[in-house]
């Protein structure tokens, strides 16, 4: 998921996006929430940047499109009240991932708490949502998929994400994750091997 | 002399996920190569930007930072330690010294081993075993890294179904593990693997 172009802002002659047709930097997001004058400038700058690649990481933990836009728009919410604590130690996606998956945890916990504790009944409930859901079209068998991933701890399924979906390398991830690769390795091979371990108990395969 | 093309780095990684793929799992990578399903509405992304400044009026979030935290001017310690030196803040400072120290006496441990403390106890190795099968899914996954052998800590094996319909021997992974790290692995496996792992 590429950020999509940046239409040239200029909002004074000290500050200015010269980057036509081309995504905006960190920096040049950073420059602009520096300034009192285009802060929201600069916000809707980072929200146009991030927000597909933040929605897709949204979407693949909580499955549901109305729920995925619900927990996006709470974690840019955050985002707007929490970017002046950003120090700038990390890189700026890795900040808002972590904003991003700790918002759609909690979105999870607080749905669970609702919900039956068993997990035949939890996988019955997914699906239904999921067949409820008009913005998910896949066959019965990305259905069994999205199940079955929804049946990893949640660390596995984080990893499964970013490496299955993203195809993110391992270097990347241990520096968003702040693990080993070793680890991750061990995590995404787990997840695989369970999920290869749900289709072959529900006879799909 | 014609050169290969150097790859692209996301193409080298797209290509080490799909031999990744094909070495763990065929059946996913076959689904990989499907349209998973999800979709967004027309125009969500466009409108993003604007449903979330309308979310920031209407919950009245909306609002001109004084300043940036990197920017804002870095006071000495001499300049901190006198804002704190106020009557009011040093007595309140000094009442919460008081309580924190009384709390900490109250909850000092106990003589008494609790459950689930091994450090206390003089147990034999196979004492110690059965005292972890028992009380698996009791314990927290840093006691778990804690009791395991550290012989036992740099590696974990992986076995996976034969690669092939010819070699029929599953294929072993070793991956190795910071031990630093070795806590998350434990938090993500299952109560039937953290046993077998504990098994030998």
Redesign the interface.
Known sequence: MHP?PVILIKIHKDLEIPAKNKPATDEQILEL??S?RS??QGF?VL??TY??RL?WHI?RMVLV?EDA?DV??NT??KI??GV?????KSKLYTWLYRIATNEAITFLQNRSRHQSSSIDDSAAVLQNRLKADS?????A???Q?QEAMAQL?D??RQVFNL???D???YEEMAHLLD??V??L??????A?????HF?READH? | MYKMPKKHPAMKDKNALHDELNELSPLLKRFKEQNDGAQVPPGYFDQLEDDVFRQLDAIGARHKPPVFAAQQQQRSWWQRLQSWWQPRLAVAFAGVLVLALAGWWYVQPAANPQPGDLAGLELSAEDAEAYLLDNVLELEPAQLALALPSEEWPAIRLESEPSSPQNTAPAVHEIQIHPDDLEDVLNDMSDEELKELLNG
Do not use: C
Not at chain 1, 84 to 88: A, K, N, P, V
């Open positions: 999509l929430l520096r009192d802060f929201d809707r929200m146009h927000k597909e929605y979407r499109h836009d996006l728009q840019f919410i707007y009240r002046l604590q950003f120090e700038g913005w998910f079209d896949g066959d068998l990305q259905l998929l701890p660390k596995q490496r299955y979906y195809e993110m390398p693990t080993s070793g680890a390795k061990a995590s995404f091979h787990h695989v091997k369970k999920i290869e289709f395969v």
